[in-house]
Each structure stands twice: as C-alpha cells, then as structure tokens.
C-alpha cells in the first residue's frame, strides 16, 4: 500500500485547479530550538514547531524571530528559544499550509530533529518542491506595520473601526 493510500480522505491529494489561482508563496517549517543555558529542571515543549505559509519568507523569518510573528512563536522567544528555519516547500498556497499541519506533528520530518524524515514528507506532498535546512538571512521588514504583534494589529483596527461607526 502507498504512502498516499493509506492517507487517503485527509487531505493529500493535489491541490484542485481552483488552488492553482491562488497566489503561490511557500510554507516553512521553524524548529523552535531551547536555550542552552536553561536550568536542570526544564523540560522542553515536545511540540517545538511552527508550520506558516509566506510569500516573502526572509522578512516573515525576521518577524518571527524578533517575537513579532505568530503568538506560539512570540512565547517561544521570550522564553528564549532560537527560531531556525528547517524546511521550506516552494510553489504552496495557502491551503498547503493547512495541509501540511494536518499530516501530524512537524518533528516527524523536521531535519534537525532526530527522528526527523524529511523525505517522508516529500512523499506526502508531491507537488511541492521540499528544501531541508535553509540558508536564509532575515530581511526586516519595510514598513512599521509589520513590526507590530499580532495583538496590536488587532487593536489598532478596533480602534480604526470604532472610528468609522462609533455607533
């Protein structure tokens, strides 16, 4: 029985003519890597991955890295985790980002990990190009809005829309 047999109804078949409309940008895998100088006690979080999807990937790296992307990887910083990118799939849109989180947890393909496979996602993901281990240089990001937290983008359009109907 196939790779993709045995997955059959979740989801990874190739993306339908529709999908190919959509802008095509890549998704990456981070590895959420912990400090080295953590104390004797910390456990590490087993689930140390974030799968996104972005069209301009070094500035998106950047964000994360700066604790201004997602929240998961906001606290992963804070707390001093380093954020490395681990795999990046050229040619996805959107719905292959949820695809990709759908197929199970990341560190079964992370290729920093050790009981990561990075070719067993290749298998399950045919029509996307899969880059183990990234040379990729953060880009900051132009404008000031990129900069902000995904809680202060949110509020700055409540306020924005308070403004427009303050009714």
């Given at each position: 029985?196939?790779?993709?047999?045995?997955?059959?109804?979740?989801?990874?078949?190739?993306?339908?003519?529709?999908?190919?409309?959509?802008?095509?940008?890549?998704?990456?895998?981070l590895h959420l890597?912990?400090?080295?100088?953590?104390p004797a006690w910390w456990r590490p979080v087993p689930e140390a991955h974030y799968?996104?999807?972005?069209?301009?990937?070094p500035r998106r790296l950047w964000t994360h890295q700066h604790a201004r992307?997602?929240?998961?990887?906001?606290l992963a910083v804070r707390l001093g985790y380093a954020v490395v990118p681990a795999l990046l799939l050229t040619g996805a849109?959107?719905?292959?980002?949820?695809?990709?989180?759908?197929?199970?947890p990341p560190?079964?393909?992370?290729?920093?990990?050790?009981?990561?496979?990075?070719?067993?996602?290749?298998?399950?993901?045919p029509h996307l190009r899969?880059?183990?281990?990234?040379?990729?240089?953060?880009?900051?990001?132009a404008r000031p809005d990129d900069l902000l937290t995904a809680q202060q983008r949110r509020d700055r359009r409540a306020a924005r829309d308070l403004e427009?109907?303050?009714a």
């Open positions: 029985m196939a790779v993709a047999d045995g997955l059959a109804g979740r989801g990874t078949a190739a993306p339908s003519a529709g999908a190919s409309s959509q802008v095509s940008g890549l998704v990456y895998v890597e912990p400090p080295e100088d953590r799968v996104g999807w972005s069209t301009n990937f992307g997602s929240d998961r990887v906001h849109t959107p719905p292959d980002e949820r695809l990709v989180q759908k197929l199970g560190a079964r393909w992370c290729p920093i990990c050790p009981a990561g496979r990075p070719g067993a996602l290749a298998q399950l993901v899969v880059q183990a281990r990234p040379s990729v240089v953060p880009e900051r990001p427009r109907d303050p």
